[in-house]
């Protein structure tokens, strides 16, 4: 069955690879993005494009009705842990309040399914590593608590209304699409990866390490990085799981099992490079745990996901090779 999915943040990182996921499995994206982080060209040219804030209820409205829109993800939102602490308020907007507005606009026009974009920052500090999907969830920034409390709103929608749900809680996200169509380009990224890849392309002197005392082997934080393809996929399976089931929704981790840290990663971008980078060992960052690695197995078991590029050296190939391919589009 084709499926018509309104995609909120398509023309974002995540987004963006969603929509290329969308048309791969043969489904028809539309996007809806204010532009704020995203870009427009950074929307696969098959897909419909309207530009506003998923706030706008009258907007949104509209385009279910004449796209005919069947579902709904989510990805549009605020990102930025640090910010999130500066300036919670943004992120309760962004992240919480307009997410309420989509929800409210979903369920009054008839849509029954929705995809959000949820993160492992619920956890906050897992007690446990690998951590599983029924752990606590005590988020320690704004940001995760935002995303949280989306959850939660979801949760209670479904339980009283015709509407079901995936909540996908990504561990890292890293990576381009494979054939480079998309890839990430935000502006001014904090993103581990991102910035050695930039660093590694001479667009920035060097890449600091924040903590070299963790409970870690090489004492720098271990983090699940995953593939950005490999979620956009998730992403399609959810969907199709939640249209053929609408008695069940799903709160699930996005993430390989495992992890690298730090200066893991860092050594896998000077070995696809042949490079050295130029690395400064500094002070923690705020808020940062020692490790945070997913329990993936409900996902494998409820969805049949398998990963497709669980490997580091292929993920740095794949971000450097659009890193390049920003330069070119970002100087034209
Ligand atoms: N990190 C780092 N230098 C950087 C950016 C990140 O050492 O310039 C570390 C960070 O402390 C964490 C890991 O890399 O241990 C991943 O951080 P990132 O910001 O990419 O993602 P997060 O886990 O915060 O969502």
Known sequence: QKLNVLVTGGAGYIGSHAVLALIDAGHR????DNLVTGFRWA????????????????????????????AIMHFAGSVVVPESVENPLKYYNNNTAKSRSLI??????????????????????????????????????????????????????????????????????????PLARSGQSTVGATHLLKIAVEAALGKRDSVSVFGTDYATEDGTGVRDYIHVSDLAAAHVIALEALVADP??????????????????????????TNKKLDRKMEGRRAGDPDSLISDNRAIKDRFGWEPRFDNLDQIVQHAL?????LTDIQSA
Request: glycine share 6%; with cysteine; aromatic share 10%.
């Open 29 to 32: 994206p539309v996007v809806i």
């Open 104 to 177: 409210e606009t979903a369920v009054s026009s008839g849509v029954k399914h929705m995809i959000f974009s949820s993160t492992a920052a619920t956890y906050g500090i897992p007690e446990t590593s690998p951590v599983r999907e029924d752990m606590a969830t005590k988020p320690i920034n704004p940001y995760g608590t935002s995303k949280l409390m989306t959850e939660m709103m979801l949760r209670d929608v479904a339980a009283a209304h015709d509407f079901n749900y995936c909540a996908l809680r990504y561990f890292n996200v890293a990576g381009a699409d």
């Open 247 to 272: 008695a069940r929704s799903h709160t699930l981790n996005c993430g390989y099992g495992h992890g690298y840290s730090v200066m893991q990663v860092l050594d896998a971008v000077d070995r696809v």
């Open 321 to 325: 090779a659009w890193e390049r391919r």
């Open 43 to 70: 929307v696969a040219e098959d897909a419909r494009f309207y530009y506003g804030d998923i706030s706008d209820s009258v907007l949104v409205e509209s385009i279910i009705r004449d796209e005919h829109i069947d």
